[in-house]
């Protein structure tokens, strides 16, 4: 069992930075993969990013690559999205996931609660 605690979110200016913290409870963390998802407001919820249980392999969404960073640190049970050049389309509630390396919903069995990001143009 994973609990996931999403932090960070907050309101901030197109072509700012936020950076987002997911902690994790339970000692298995360091076993799964990590996902960040979001939802816009009347949208599906959508793939961002993954990174792999060792942090050596990671995976982006074409529409944040060279913008986004994933990494975690399990020493601290704590995997991270480093946003830059924040654009208002990246508005949307930010969702932390644990499970397969992938960018299917499916493939992750435990989520946080959300973090909101407000990107104001």
């Known amino acids: 069992q994973v609990q996931l605690v999403e932090s960070g979110g907050g309101l901030v200016q197109a072509g700012g930075s936020l950076r987002l913290s997911c902690a994790a409870s339970?000692?298995?963390?360091?076993?799964?993969?990590m996902g960040w998802f979001r939802q816009a407001p009347g949208k599906e919820r959508e793939f961002v990013a993954a990174?792999?249980?060792?942090?050596?392999?990671?995976y982006y969404a074409d529409s944040v690559k060279g913008r986004f960073t994933i990494s975690r640190d399990n020493a601290k049970n704590t995997v991270y999205l480093q946003m830059n050049s924040l654009k208002p389309e990246d508005t949307a509630v930010y969702y932390c996931?644990?499970?397969?390396?992938?960018?299917?919903?499916?493939?992750?069995?435990?989520w946080g609660q959300g973090t909101q990001v407000t990107v104001s143009s």
């Open positions: 996931a644990a499970g397969g390396y992938s960018d299917s919903r499916a493939a992750y069995a435990y």
């Open positions: 339970g000692r298995t963390f360091s076993s799964y993969s």
């Open positions: 990174i792999t249980w060792s942090g050596g392999n990671t």
